[in-house]
């Protein structure tokens, strides 16, 4: 019982603190405001959405990019059809993607070279993004 009263005497004192608060706080919200927290959110969206569709559509970010299946190059057949060339540990393989399937093409008897790229474990997302968009504006 003791607890209640100090809890309600608390409460009653922290009457008159809590309605001049609402009185500071309380601003008219006008079309401005809403407008602009509108657009941040249109923003910040469209960025979200950016920076998944980069991830997607880059190499570097595939979890089997450092172990013993690499896509080597794909060339678009259609509108959702592809020909992708990839390679098995020392095996190279000619596969047809469409959304239904993937065959098997080809396999290559003699592996064709292929131009590696290193990146350094140490560099930044800033640098491989950097590197990423120069390699798109040299193809």
């Given at each position: 019982m003791k607890c209640w009263k100090v809890i309600t005497t608390a409460l009653i004192a922290m009457l008159p603190m809590m309605a001049q608060a609402?009185?500071?706080?309380?601003?008219?919200?006008?079309?401005?405001?809403?407008?602009?927290?509108?657009?941040?959110?249109?923003?910040?969206?469209?960025?979200?959405?950016?920076?998944?569709?980069?991830?997607?559509?880059?190499?570097?970010?595939?979890?089997?990019?450092?172990?013993?299946?690499?896509v080597l190059g794909a060339v678009s057949l259609g509108t959702r059809e592809k020909a992708v060339l990839i390679q098995v540990g020392e095996q190279q393989l000619l596969l047809g993607v469409t959304p239904q399937q993937i065959n098997t093409l080809h396999t290559l008897s003699e592996p064709l070279p292929v131009r590696e790229t290193h990146i350094k474990q140490s560099d930044s997302f800033a640098e491989k993004l950097k590197q990423m968009m120069q390699q798109r504006g040299n193809s």
């Open positions: 609402e009185k500071v706080n309380s601003t008219p919200v006008n079309a401005s405001s809403v407008l602009q927290t509108i657009f941040g959110l249109i923003l910040v969206l469209a960025i979200i959405v950016l920076l998944g569709w980069l991830l997607k559509r880059s190499q570097y970010f595939h979890a089997a990019h450092h172990g013993q299946l690499k």
